[in-house]
Protein backbone atom coordinates (compact mmCIF):
# COMPACT_ATOMS: atom_id res chain seq x y z
CA UNK A 1 0.00 0.00 0.00
CA UNK A 2 1.31 3.82 -0.65
CA UNK A 3 1.44 6.04 1.28
CA UNK A 4 -1.17 8.76 1.34
CA UNK A 5 0.76 11.92 0.31
CA UNK A 6 1.44 14.57 3.27
CA UNK A 7 -1.10 17.59 3.74
CA UNK A 8 2.09 19.58 4.54
CA UNK A 9 4.43 19.21 1.84
CA UNK A 10 1.72 19.50 -0.52
CA UNK A 11 1.09 22.71 -2.72
CA UNK A 12 -2.16 24.97 -2.36
CA UNK A 13 -2.58 23.52 -5.35
CA UNK A 14 -1.85 20.26 -4.56
CA UNK A 15 -4.10 20.24 -1.67
CA UNK A 16 -7.16 21.86 -3.97
CA UNK A 17 -6.58 18.83 -6.13
CA UNK A 18 -6.52 15.92 -3.19
CA UNK A 19 -9.45 17.87 -1.18
CA UNK A 20 -12.01 17.89 -3.59
CA UNK A 21 -13.86 15.45 -6.25
CA UNK A 22 -11.36 14.85 -8.69
CA UNK A 23 -11.86 16.79 -11.58
CA UNK A 24 -14.37 19.75 -10.41
CA UNK A 25 -12.02 22.58 -9.46
CA UNK A 26 -12.64 25.50 -10.60
CA UNK A 27 -10.67 28.31 -10.39
CA UNK A 28 -11.13 32.35 -10.48
CA UNK A 29 -8.93 35.44 -11.01
CA UNK A 30 -6.19 32.28 -11.65
CA UNK A 31 -2.51 32.52 -12.80
CA UNK A 32 -3.79 33.61 -16.12
CA UNK A 33 -5.40 36.49 -14.86
CA UNK A 34 -0.92 37.57 -13.78
CA UNK A 35 -3.19 39.14 -10.90
CA UNK A 36 0.46 40.08 -9.44
CA UNK A 37 1.56 41.86 -6.25
CA UNK A 38 2.93 45.84 -7.52
CA UNK A 39 3.74 46.52 -4.20
CA UNK A 40 6.34 43.37 -4.33
CA UNK A 41 7.75 44.21 -7.67
CA UNK A 42 8.29 47.86 -6.44
CA UNK A 43 10.57 47.01 -4.19
CA UNK A 44 12.65 44.25 -6.52
CA UNK A 45 11.16 41.30 -4.50
CA UNK A 46 9.43 37.88 -6.80
CA UNK A 47 5.81 38.03 -7.64
CA UNK A 48 3.80 35.00 -8.58
CA UNK A 49 0.68 35.14 -11.24
CA UNK A 50 -1.35 33.72 -8.27
CA UNK A 51 0.31 36.52 -5.55
CA UNK A 52 0.06 33.05 -3.30
CA UNK A 53 -3.68 32.06 -2.80
CA UNK A 54 -5.89 29.78 -4.61
CA UNK A 55 -9.58 30.66 -4.79
CA UNK A 56 -12.57 28.50 -6.44
CA UNK A 57 -15.31 26.07 -6.13
CA UNK A 58 -15.34 22.31 -6.36
CA UNK A 59 -17.29 19.25 -5.56
CA UNK A 60 -16.63 17.30 -2.52
CA UNK A 61 -18.31 14.39 -1.92
CA UNK A 62 -20.64 15.80 -4.23
CA UNK A 63 -21.33 18.78 -2.33
CA UNK A 64 -20.66 22.62 -4.13
CA UNK A 65 -17.91 24.03 -1.16
CA UNK A 66 -16.08 27.40 -2.02
CA UNK A 67 -12.08 26.80 -1.29
CA UNK A 68 -9.41 28.97 -0.55
CA UNK A 69 -5.80 27.91 -0.16
CA UNK A 70 -3.06 30.08 0.52
CA UNK A 71 0.48 29.47 -0.76
CA UNK A 72 3.27 28.73 2.17
CA UNK A 73 5.63 28.38 -0.08
CA UNK A 74 5.15 32.13 -1.24
CA UNK A 75 6.62 34.48 1.14
CA UNK A 76 5.04 32.45 4.09
CA UNK A 77 1.69 32.56 2.94
CA UNK A 78 1.67 36.09 4.04
CA UNK A 79 -1.41 38.57 2.75
CA UNK A 80 -1.04 41.47 0.95
CA UNK A 81 -3.18 43.30 -1.06
CA UNK A 82 -4.09 41.54 -4.01
CA UNK A 83 -3.62 37.95 -2.08
CA UNK A 84 -6.46 39.53 0.73
CA UNK A 85 -8.89 40.92 -1.99
CA UNK A 86 -8.98 36.91 -3.85
CA UNK A 87 -9.88 35.61 -0.19
CA UNK A 88 -12.62 38.61 0.49
CA UNK A 89 -13.78 38.23 -2.97
CA UNK A 90 -14.40 34.62 -2.82
CA UNK A 91 -16.29 35.10 1.12
CA UNK A 92 -18.65 37.54 -0.47
CA UNK A 93 -19.42 35.22 -3.42
CA UNK A 94 -20.20 32.70 -0.69
CA UNK A 95 -23.02 35.21 0.16
CA UNK A 96 -23.84 36.31 -3.36
CA UNK A 97 -24.10 32.20 -4.70
CA UNK A 98 -24.12 30.10 -1.68
CA UNK A 99 -22.17 27.06 -1.48
CA UNK A 100 -22.37 24.48 1.01
CA UNK A 101 -19.68 25.45 3.00
CA UNK A 102 -16.37 27.42 2.34
CA UNK A 103 -13.03 25.12 3.11
CA UNK A 104 -10.19 27.72 3.57
CA UNK A 105 -7.04 25.88 3.43
CA UNK A 106 -4.45 28.31 5.82
CA UNK A 107 -1.01 28.48 5.26
CA UNK A 108 0.43 32.18 6.48
CA UNK A 109 2.54 33.59 8.96
CA UNK A 110 -0.56 36.56 8.79
CA UNK A 111 0.91 40.24 6.94
CA UNK A 112 3.21 40.44 4.55
CA UNK A 113 5.26 43.06 5.69
CA UNK A 114 6.45 44.23 2.38
CA UNK A 115 2.60 45.50 2.10
CA UNK A 116 1.83 46.00 5.54
CA UNK A 117 -0.71 48.39 6.17
CA UNK A 118 -2.97 46.76 3.17
CA UNK A 119 -2.47 43.09 4.63
CA UNK A 120 -3.93 44.43 7.70
CA UNK A 121 -6.50 45.98 6.34
CA UNK A 122 -7.15 43.24 4.11
CA UNK A 123 -7.29 41.32 7.36
CA UNK A 124 -9.64 43.04 9.08
CA UNK A 125 -12.20 43.22 5.68
CA UNK A 126 -11.78 39.20 5.34
CA UNK A 127 -12.90 39.29 9.01
CA UNK A 128 -16.13 40.66 8.38
CA UNK A 129 -16.34 39.27 5.02
CA UNK A 130 -16.13 35.94 7.05
CA UNK A 131 -18.66 37.01 9.33
CA UNK A 132 -21.05 38.02 6.26
CA UNK A 133 -20.86 34.69 5.21
CA UNK A 134 -21.53 33.05 8.65
CA UNK A 135 -24.10 35.28 8.85
CA UNK A 136 -25.59 33.72 5.57
CA UNK A 137 -25.85 30.44 6.75
CA UNK A 138 -22.48 29.61 5.23
CA UNK A 139 -20.13 27.46 7.71
CA UNK A 140 -16.35 28.05 7.49
CA UNK A 141 -14.21 25.39 8.26
CA UNK A 142 -10.07 25.91 8.00
CA UNK A 143 -7.96 23.44 7.35
CA UNK A 144 -4.10 24.09 9.39
CA UNK A 145 -1.43 21.54 8.64
CA UNK A 146 0.77 23.59 6.62
CA UNK A 147 4.29 24.87 7.12
CA UNK A 148 3.55 28.10 8.06
CA UNK A 149 0.70 27.35 10.51
CA UNK A 150 -1.97 30.10 10.85
CA UNK A 151 -0.19 33.30 12.68
CA UNK A 152 -0.40 36.87 13.16
CA UNK A 153 -4.03 38.07 11.73
CA UNK A 154 -4.50 34.77 10.12
CA UNK A 155 -4.25 32.98 13.75
CA UNK A 156 -7.17 35.29 14.60
CA UNK A 157 -9.17 34.41 11.45
CA UNK A 158 -8.36 30.54 12.00
CA UNK A 159 -10.38 31.28 15.47
CA UNK A 160 -13.21 32.69 13.93
CA UNK A 161 -14.27 29.23 11.56
CA UNK A 162 -16.74 27.38 12.82
CA UNK A 163 -14.31 24.24 12.53
CA UNK A 164 -10.48 23.83 12.40
CA UNK A 165 -9.06 20.93 11.17
CA UNK A 166 -5.46 20.43 12.38
CA UNK A 167 -2.81 17.93 11.89
CA UNK A 168 -0.32 17.58 14.73
CA UNK A 169 2.27 19.10 12.50
CA UNK A 170 0.48 22.05 12.08
CA UNK A 171 0.30 25.57 14.45
CA UNK A 172 -1.71 27.94 15.48
CA UNK A 173 -1.03 31.13 17.09
CA UNK A 174 -0.79 34.94 17.28
CA UNK A 175 2.98 36.14 17.63
CA UNK A 176 5.42 32.85 16.08
CA UNK A 177 8.05 31.38 18.58
CA UNK A 178 10.80 34.35 16.71
CA UNK A 179 8.85 37.45 17.07
CA UNK A 180 8.46 36.19 21.20
CA UNK A 181 12.04 35.26 21.62
CA UNK A 182 13.91 38.31 19.50
CA UNK A 183 12.23 40.80 21.85
CA UNK A 184 11.51 38.99 24.43
CA UNK A 185 14.62 36.96 24.78
CA UNK A 186 15.13 33.35 24.70
CA UNK A 187 14.87 32.49 27.90
CA UNK A 188 10.78 33.99 27.67
CA UNK A 189 10.58 31.33 24.36
CA UNK A 190 13.43 28.91 22.52
CA UNK A 191 12.33 29.27 19.14
CA UNK A 192 15.21 26.68 18.37
CA UNK A 193 13.35 24.28 20.70
CA UNK A 194 11.63 22.55 18.00
CA UNK A 195 9.27 20.21 20.28
CA UNK A 196 8.94 23.36 22.99
CA UNK A 197 7.15 25.11 19.63
CA UNK A 198 5.03 22.26 19.36
CA UNK A 199 4.04 21.60 22.94
CA UNK A 200 2.71 25.69 23.09
CA UNK A 201 1.31 26.10 19.40
CA UNK A 202 0.88 22.19 17.82
CA UNK A 203 -2.06 20.37 16.87
CA UNK A 204 -2.10 18.65 19.61
CA UNK A 205 -1.93 21.44 22.52
CA UNK A 206 -4.82 22.86 20.18
CA UNK A 207 -7.01 20.04 20.01
CA UNK A 208 -6.13 19.44 24.24
CA UNK A 209 -7.82 22.86 24.47
CA UNK A 210 -10.74 22.77 22.29
CA UNK A 211 -9.24 25.08 19.86
CA UNK A 212 -9.04 22.67 17.33
CA UNK A 213 -12.27 20.61 16.82
CA UNK A 214 -10.57 17.90 14.51
CA UNK A 215 -6.98 16.28 14.85
CA UNK A 216 -5.99 14.30 11.52
CA UNK A 217 -2.99 12.64 10.81
CA UNK A 218 -0.54 14.68 7.61
CA UNK A 219 -1.95 13.51 4.86
CA UNK A 220 -4.77 14.68 2.15
CA UNK A 221 -6.93 11.65 2.68
CA UNK A 222 -7.39 12.29 5.99
CA UNK A 223 -7.98 16.09 6.07
CA UNK A 224 -10.68 15.26 3.29
CA UNK A 225 -12.01 12.89 5.16
CA UNK A 226 -12.15 15.41 8.40
CA UNK A 227 -14.21 17.99 5.86
CA UNK A 228 -16.65 14.98 4.32
CA UNK A 229 -17.35 14.03 8.01
CA UNK A 230 -18.30 18.24 8.45
CA UNK A 231 -20.78 17.68 5.49
CA UNK A 232 -21.84 14.47 6.68
CA UNK A 233 -23.00 15.50 9.76
CA UNK A 234 -25.36 18.54 8.27
CA UNK A 235 -22.77 20.96 10.08
CA UNK A 236 -23.89 24.99 9.57
CA UNK A 237 -22.79 28.02 11.25
CA UNK A 238 -21.80 27.56 14.78
CA UNK A 239 -24.88 30.37 15.94
CA UNK A 240 -23.21 33.34 18.29
CA UNK A 241 -25.60 35.16 20.30
CA UNK A 242 -25.15 36.94 23.40
CA UNK A 243 -25.61 33.89 25.47
CA UNK A 244 -23.41 31.66 23.47
CA UNK A 245 -20.57 34.84 23.84
CA UNK A 246 -21.25 34.83 27.21
CA UNK A 247 -20.11 31.25 27.71
CA UNK A 248 -17.74 31.41 25.68
CA UNK A 249 -16.44 34.37 27.88
CA UNK A 250 -16.89 32.11 30.92
CA UNK A 251 -14.94 29.58 29.75
CA UNK A 252 -11.86 31.31 28.90
CA UNK A 253 -11.97 33.92 32.15
CA UNK A 254 -11.46 30.26 33.71
CA UNK A 255 -8.25 30.07 31.87
CA UNK A 256 -6.69 33.01 32.19
CA UNK A 257 -6.84 32.14 35.56
CA UNK A 258 -4.84 29.45 35.41
CA UNK A 259 -1.92 29.36 37.24
CA UNK A 260 0.99 31.13 35.87
CA UNK A 261 3.32 28.99 35.88
CA UNK A 262 1.67 27.14 33.08
CA UNK A 263 3.84 27.74 30.19
CA UNK A 264 4.26 24.94 28.16
CA UNK A 265 1.80 22.24 26.97
CA UNK A 266 3.65 19.39 28.83
CA UNK A 267 2.40 20.71 31.63
CA UNK A 268 -1.12 20.92 30.91
CA UNK A 269 -1.06 17.22 29.55
CA UNK A 270 0.67 16.09 32.68
CA UNK A 271 -2.41 17.61 35.03
CA UNK A 272 -4.79 15.44 32.15
CA UNK A 273 -3.19 12.45 32.79
CA UNK A 274 -2.07 12.43 29.78
CA UNK A 275 2.10 12.63 30.18
CA UNK A 276 3.19 11.08 27.21
CA UNK A 277 0.26 12.97 24.59
CA UNK A 278 3.88 14.16 22.81
CA UNK A 279 4.92 10.44 21.52
CA UNK A 280 1.14 9.24 20.66
CA UNK A 281 -0.10 8.45 17.33
CA UNK A 282 -2.94 10.34 16.12
CA UNK A 283 -5.72 7.99 16.45
CA UNK A 284 -4.53 7.34 20.34
CA UNK A 285 -4.16 10.90 21.33
CA UNK A 286 -7.83 11.49 19.81
CA UNK A 287 -8.72 8.15 22.12
CA UNK A 288 -7.39 9.19 25.26
CA UNK A 289 -8.36 12.81 24.71
CA UNK A 290 -12.15 11.73 24.88
CA UNK A 291 -11.39 9.37 27.75
CA UNK A 292 -10.07 12.07 30.13
CA UNK A 293 -12.42 15.25 28.75
CA UNK B 1 -7.13 58.00 34.17
CA UNK B 2 -3.88 59.61 32.36
CA UNK B 3 -4.29 63.66 31.62
CA UNK B 4 -4.56 62.91 28.29
CA UNK B 5 -7.72 60.69 28.43
CA UNK B 6 -8.92 63.24 30.96
CA UNK B 7 -8.83 65.89 28.74
CA UNK B 8 -10.25 64.01 25.46
CA UNK B 9 -13.10 62.94 27.18
CA UNK B 10 -13.96 66.33 28.80
CA UNK B 11 -13.78 67.48 24.76
CA UNK B 12 -15.88 64.85 23.53
CA UNK B 13 -18.76 64.62 25.65
CA UNK B 14 -19.48 67.94 26.86
CA UNK B 15 -22.92 67.04 28.26
CA UNK B 16 -20.62 65.11 30.59
CA UNK B 17 -19.11 61.26 31.08
CA UNK B 18 -18.25 59.13 33.48
CA UNK B 19 -15.81 56.80 31.92
CA UNK B 20 -13.26 54.60 34.87
CA UNK B 21 -9.86 53.47 34.24
CA UNK B 22 -8.41 50.50 35.64
CA UNK B 23 -5.43 48.28 34.00
CA UNK B 24 -5.70 50.57 30.89
CA UNK B 25 -9.20 49.14 30.23
CA UNK B 26 -11.75 52.16 29.83
CA UNK B 27 -15.18 51.72 30.29
CA UNK B 28 -17.91 53.77 31.32
CA UNK B 29 -20.27 56.23 29.11
CA UNK B 30 -20.20 59.97 27.80
CA UNK B 31 -22.59 62.42 26.15
CA UNK B 32 -21.57 64.22 23.04
CA UNK B 33 -24.29 66.54 23.31
CA UNK B 34 -27.49 64.14 21.94
CA UNK B 35 -27.48 61.44 24.60
CA UNK B 36 -25.04 58.29 26.25
CA UNK B 37 -23.00 56.89 23.90
CA UNK B 38 -20.83 53.66 25.37
CA UNK B 39 -17.16 53.60 25.86
CA UNK B 40 -14.99 51.09 25.84
CA UNK B 41 -11.05 51.23 25.11
CA UNK B 42 -7.41 50.94 26.11
CA UNK B 43 -4.97 53.72 27.21
CA UNK B 44 -1.00 53.85 28.07
CA UNK B 45 -0.35 52.06 24.64
CA UNK B 46 -1.41 49.19 26.12
CA UNK B 47 -0.33 45.07 25.15
CA UNK B 48 -3.49 43.70 24.51
CA UNK B 49 -3.26 40.35 26.48
CA UNK B 50 -5.96 37.89 27.56
CA UNK B 51 -6.84 39.46 30.62
CA UNK B 52 -7.58 43.14 28.50
CA UNK B 53 -9.48 40.76 25.69
CA UNK B 54 -11.68 39.66 27.86
CA UNK B 55 -12.18 42.77 30.15
CA UNK B 56 -12.96 44.70 26.61
CA UNK B 57 -15.18 41.69 25.63
CA UNK B 58 -16.81 41.77 28.71
CA UNK B 59 -17.35 45.78 28.73
CA UNK B 60 -18.82 45.23 24.99
CA UNK B 61 -21.34 42.68 25.70
CA UNK B 62 -22.17 44.45 28.53
CA UNK B 63 -23.41 47.48 26.32
CA UNK B 64 -25.73 44.78 24.15
CA UNK B 65 -27.75 43.12 27.28
CA UNK B 66 -28.11 46.80 28.46
CA UNK B 67 -29.43 48.15 25.52
CA UNK B 68 -31.01 44.87 24.60
CA UNK B 69 -34.84 45.10 24.30
CA UNK B 70 -34.35 49.29 23.87
CA UNK B 71 -32.08 51.38 21.43
CA UNK B 72 -29.05 50.06 20.91
CA UNK B 73 -26.81 53.15 21.62
CA UNK B 74 -23.24 53.94 19.72
CA UNK B 75 -20.33 52.06 21.29
CA UNK B 76 -17.11 54.71 21.02
CA UNK B 77 -14.16 52.63 21.26
CA UNK B 78 -10.65 54.11 22.27
CA UNK B 79 -7.90 52.50 20.79
CA UNK B 80 -4.65 52.68 22.27
CA UNK B 81 -2.30 49.88 21.84
CA UNK B 82 1.19 48.84 21.01
CA UNK B 83 -0.05 45.32 19.63
CA UNK B 84 -0.83 41.97 21.22
CA UNK B 85 1.49 40.76 24.44
CA UNK B 86 3.99 38.85 23.47
CA UNK B 87 4.67 35.82 25.75
CA UNK B 88 4.62 32.25 25.77
CA UNK B 89 2.17 31.67 28.21
CA UNK B 90 -0.43 33.85 26.66
CA UNK B 91 -0.02 31.90 23.05
CA UNK B 92 0.06 28.37 25.07
CA UNK B 93 -3.61 29.84 26.44
CA UNK B 94 -4.35 30.56 22.43
CA UNK B 95 -3.88 34.71 22.64
CA UNK B 96 -5.25 34.53 19.19
CA UNK B 97 -8.53 32.77 19.83
CA UNK B 98 -9.13 35.52 22.60
CA UNK B 99 -9.10 38.18 19.92
CA UNK B 100 -11.20 36.11 17.50
CA UNK B 101 -13.76 36.10 21.17
CA UNK B 102 -13.48 40.11 20.99
CA UNK B 103 -14.23 40.45 17.63
CA UNK B 104 -17.03 38.58 17.60
CA UNK B 105 -18.51 40.15 20.46
CA UNK B 106 -18.12 43.60 18.61
CA UNK B 107 -19.79 41.73 15.37
CA UNK B 108 -22.61 40.99 17.66
CA UNK B 109 -22.98 44.73 18.80
CA UNK B 110 -22.84 45.52 14.76
CA UNK B 111 -25.59 43.21 14.19
CA UNK B 112 -27.78 43.87 17.48
CA UNK B 113 -27.86 47.84 15.96
CA UNK B 114 -25.05 49.17 17.61
CA UNK B 115 -23.14 51.56 15.83
CA UNK B 116 -19.46 51.32 16.51
CA UNK B 117 -16.75 54.60 16.32
CA UNK B 118 -13.20 53.89 16.87
CA UNK B 119 -11.12 57.19 18.07
CA UNK B 120 -7.52 56.33 17.80
CA UNK B 121 -5.34 58.09 20.43
CA UNK B 122 -2.38 57.48 20.71
CA UNK B 123 -1.25 54.45 18.94
CA UNK B 124 -3.08 51.46 16.89
CA UNK B 125 -0.58 48.74 16.03
CA UNK B 126 -1.28 45.12 14.44
CA UNK B 127 -2.75 42.50 16.32
CA UNK B 128 -4.22 44.40 19.15
CA UNK B 129 -5.70 46.68 16.50
CA UNK B 130 -7.60 44.16 14.33
CA UNK B 131 -9.56 42.70 16.76
CA UNK B 132 -11.02 45.43 18.05
CA UNK B 133 -10.57 49.20 16.61
CA UNK B 134 -10.64 48.19 13.37
CA UNK B 135 -13.33 46.10 12.81
CA UNK B 136 -15.44 50.18 13.62
CA UNK B 137 -17.88 51.13 10.97
CA UNK B 138 -16.19 54.75 11.66
CA UNK B 139 -12.54 54.95 12.37
CA UNK B 140 -10.92 57.83 13.24
CA UNK B 141 -7.22 58.97 14.31
CA UNK B 142 -6.59 62.09 16.67
CA UNK B 143 -3.78 64.49 16.01
CA UNK B 144 -0.58 62.78 17.02
CA UNK B 145 -1.91 59.27 16.54
CA UNK B 146 0.37 56.76 15.24
CA UNK B 147 -1.08 53.85 13.11
CA UNK B 148 1.25 50.59 11.88
CA UNK B 149 2.28 47.28 11.47
CA UNK B 150 6.06 47.35 11.86
CA UNK B 151 8.64 50.51 12.25
CA UNK B 152 10.87 50.52 8.90
CA UNK B 153 14.05 49.45 10.96
CA UNK B 154 12.32 46.38 11.66
CA UNK B 155 10.89 45.46 8.35
CA UNK B 156 14.34 46.65 6.88
CA UNK B 157 15.55 43.95 9.19
CA UNK B 158 12.97 40.90 8.66
CA UNK B 159 12.92 41.51 4.70
CA UNK B 160 16.17 42.54 4.22
CA UNK B 161 15.32 45.63 2.30
CA UNK B 162 18.13 48.05 2.90
CA UNK B 163 16.30 51.00 5.24
CA UNK B 164 17.53 53.65 2.33
CA UNK B 165 15.52 52.08 -0.30
CA UNK B 166 12.07 51.72 2.20
CA UNK B 167 12.18 55.37 3.42
CA UNK B 168 12.89 56.51 0.09
CA UNK B 169 9.98 54.52 -1.15
CA UNK B 170 7.67 55.51 1.58
CA UNK B 171 7.55 58.97 0.29
CA UNK B 172 5.10 57.90 -2.60
CA UNK B 173 4.07 54.52 -1.37
CA UNK B 174 1.58 54.69 1.73
CA UNK B 175 1.22 50.44 2.00
CA UNK B 176 4.05 49.69 4.16
CA UNK B 177 5.24 52.71 6.24
CA UNK B 178 3.23 54.00 9.44
CA UNK B 179 1.69 56.86 9.84
CA UNK B 180 -2.26 57.98 9.78
CA UNK B 181 -2.36 59.47 6.86
CA UNK B 182 -1.28 56.84 5.12
CA UNK B 183 -4.02 55.01 6.19
CA UNK B 184 -6.30 57.43 5.78
CA UNK B 185 -5.11 57.08 1.64
CA UNK B 186 -5.72 53.75 1.82
CA UNK B 187 -9.48 54.04 3.23
CA UNK B 188 -8.24 52.42 6.21
CA UNK B 189 -9.24 55.43 8.41
CA UNK B 190 -11.94 57.24 7.59
CA UNK B 191 -11.64 60.55 8.89
CA UNK B 192 -8.32 62.12 10.65
CA UNK B 193 -9.37 64.80 12.99
CA UNK B 194 -7.54 68.53 13.38
CA UNK B 195 -6.37 69.89 16.23
CA UNK B 196 -8.57 72.33 16.81
CA UNK B 197 -12.13 70.32 15.86
CA UNK B 198 -15.27 70.46 17.73
CA UNK B 199 -14.90 67.25 18.82
CA UNK B 200 -18.39 66.87 20.56
CA UNK B 201 -19.65 67.73 17.36
CA UNK B 202 -17.93 65.41 15.12
CA UNK B 203 -18.42 63.09 17.24
CA UNK B 204 -22.29 62.97 16.81
CA UNK B 205 -22.02 63.72 13.07
CA UNK B 206 -19.72 60.54 12.60
CA UNK B 207 -22.29 58.40 15.05
CA UNK B 208 -25.25 59.13 12.89
CA UNK B 209 -23.40 58.84 9.72
CA UNK B 210 -21.68 55.62 10.36
CA UNK B 211 -22.76 52.75 8.42
CA UNK B 212 -22.73 48.88 8.47
CA UNK B 213 -21.25 48.26 5.00
CA UNK B 214 -17.61 47.69 4.99
CA UNK B 215 -16.45 50.97 2.40
CA UNK B 216 -12.68 50.95 3.48
CA UNK B 217 -11.73 49.06 -0.01
CA UNK B 218 -13.89 51.48 -2.02
CA UNK B 219 -12.58 54.47 0.06
CA UNK B 220 -9.28 53.51 -0.86
CA UNK B 221 -9.66 53.31 -4.43
CA UNK B 222 -11.22 56.64 -4.62
CA UNK B 223 -8.51 58.39 -2.76
CA UNK B 224 -5.76 56.52 -4.56
CA UNK B 225 -4.05 54.62 -1.34
CA UNK B 226 -5.42 50.92 -2.46
CA UNK B 227 -6.48 50.49 -6.13
CA UNK B 228 -6.65 46.98 -6.38
CA UNK B 229 -8.43 45.87 -3.21
CA UNK B 230 -11.67 46.22 -4.28
CA UNK B 231 -11.56 45.37 -8.42
CA UNK B 232 -10.09 41.91 -7.51
CA UNK B 233 -12.35 41.25 -4.71
CA UNK B 234 -14.94 41.96 -7.04
CA UNK B 235 -13.62 40.11 -10.45
CA UNK B 236 -13.71 36.87 -7.67
CA UNK B 237 -16.62 37.69 -6.42
CA UNK B 238 -18.84 38.33 -10.02
CA UNK B 239 -16.38 35.35 -12.24
CA UNK B 240 -18.31 34.08 -14.26
Known amino acids: ?293 | MRDDKSALFARLFPAGHDVTCEAQVLQGWGDAGDGRVHVVGTTDHAAIDTRIALDLARAVLAAVAQDGGGAPRPIVFIADTQGQALSRREELLGLNGYFAHLARCVHLARQQGHRLVTLIDGEAVSGGFLAFGLLGDAIVALPGAEVRVMDLRAMARITRIPLERLTELAHTSPVFAPGAENYWRMGGIHALWAPQEDRGAALRALCAEAGTEDQRARLGAERGGRRLALAIARQVRDAA
Open chain 1, 1 to 293: MTRAPSYREATARHRVAGLLDAGTFVEWVGPGARATSPHLAALGSPVSFDDGVVVGEGRLAGERVLVIAQEGLFNGGAVGEVHGAKIRGAFERACTQPPRAVVFCIDSGGVRLHEANAGLLAISEIMRALFAAQSAGIPVWALVGGSCGAFGGMGIVARLCDAVVMSEEGRLGLSGPEVIETVKGVEEFDARDRALVWRVTGGKIRRTLGEATHLVEDNLVAFREAVVALLAAGQGPVPFTLETLQASQARLEARTAWDAALRDGQSLWDRLGLADAALMETEQFNRRLQEVS
